[in-house]
């Protein structure tokens, strides 16, 4: 259970800052709060590191005739290398985000610190259903807090078509699942093969805006720091863990070739817009997607740890 501590300490705190700001409106604290829910979180996952490898099976469900699989997280050198980085990333937010207090609030800490806790489950998944699990829980969450913190009709319509390619990528996920448990290899990242490899590839990349290319939505220019920048690399963190995973498998030699032109034209893209870009927030997307673009092409070639440096480069550069 020890590995649930970063988990339950990013989702406790925001969770008594409700309770604080039902309690007590005039509650002027709410940023010491959150910064010493982060603050705590921070040792806890270095702590995490001395008890690799760790397995927790969630819940069993049964009958285990309809439900041979049950969520499980799973604390090795791959999830952890992404939980430090997500929580160091929620503790800079919080930190940096005092010298913009008029321009936050403890709604915003608040949704930083949950929104952190659940890329850290989705990193941590032990199956394909925990990951799916994590990608719809991200997602739906994401939406609901662009759709309270933003009015204007046609940047919710972006924001629609944003959450509509991250459901096609969802779906990507199911069908390699299913083609995964026909097979008989069952859901978990051990007995994956290049050919049901491809569908997860195809199932991140679309969540990256890699395969096929497209920028991610933006955001508004209220969401551009602070929460904004943890709505933009916590998903790409919980699509990244997927590409890690199944890097050694590679795909088949047919559909490699293509692959890599795709892959190519959309780092050449996301890199040529990064350098035209007038600041770094503007740049932040084709940061990205660049990044994304070369983990991708790591686990096309089946290089795992060149994955895996790509990723949280692209996270902590991001």
């Not at 300490?9 to 709060?33: G, Q």
């Not at 290398?81 to 608040?110: C, H, K």
Request: proline content about 5%.
């Amino acid at each position: 259970m020890i590995i649930l501590t970063p988990i339950a300490l990013l989702l406790i705190t925001p969770l008594a800052m409700l309770l604080l700001r039902w309690w007590r409106p005039r509650f002027s604290y709410f940023w010491l709060v959150a910064a010493f829910g982060a603050l705590l979180t921070w040792p806890a996952v270095f702590y995490l590191r001395s008890r690799i490898p760790t397995e927790l099976t969630l819940v069993t469900w049964k009958p285990q005739e309809l439900f041979p699989v049950s969520p499980m997280l799973q604390l090795d050198g791959i999830s952890w290398p992404f939980v430090i980085t997500l929580a160091t990333l929620s503790l800079a937010v919080i930190l940096t985000d005092v010298v913009r207090s008029e321009d936050t609030g403890w709604s915003g800490w608040a949704g930083s610190l949950a929104i952190s806790a659940l890329g850290i489950f989705a990193v941590m998944a032990g199956n394909i259903l925990t990951l799916l699990l994590g990608w719809a829980a991200i997602d739906l969450a994401e939406f609901i807090l662009l759709i309270i913190q933003i009015l204007q009709s046609e940047v919710r319509e972006r924001i629609v078509i944003a959450f509509s390619a991250r459901v096609a990528g969802i779906m990507l996920l199911v069908a390699a699942g299913i083609s995964a448990q026909v097979s008989g290899r069952g859901l978990d990242f051990t007995g994956v093969t290049p050919q049901t490899n491809l569908l997860f590839i195809l199932a991140a990349g679309l969540r990256l805006g890699v395969l096929p290319l497209h920028v991610p939505f933006q955001g508004d220019a209220r969401l551009r720091h602070g929460l904004g920048t943890l709505l933009r690399l916590v998903p790409a963190a919980a699509g990244l863990v997927l590409l890690v995973r199944t890097a050694p498998v590679g795909v088949s030699t047919t559909a490699l070739p293509y692959l890599n032109l795709l892959t190519g034209l959309a780092a050449l893209y996301a890199g040529i817009s990064w350098l035209n870009a007038p600041n770094e927030l503007d740049g932040r997307p084709f940061w990205i997607l660049g990044g994304a673009s070369l983990a991708v092409a790591a686990t096309l070639g089946a290089q795992s740890q060149a994955c895996l440096a790509w990723s949280i480069t692209t996270l902590l550069g991001g």
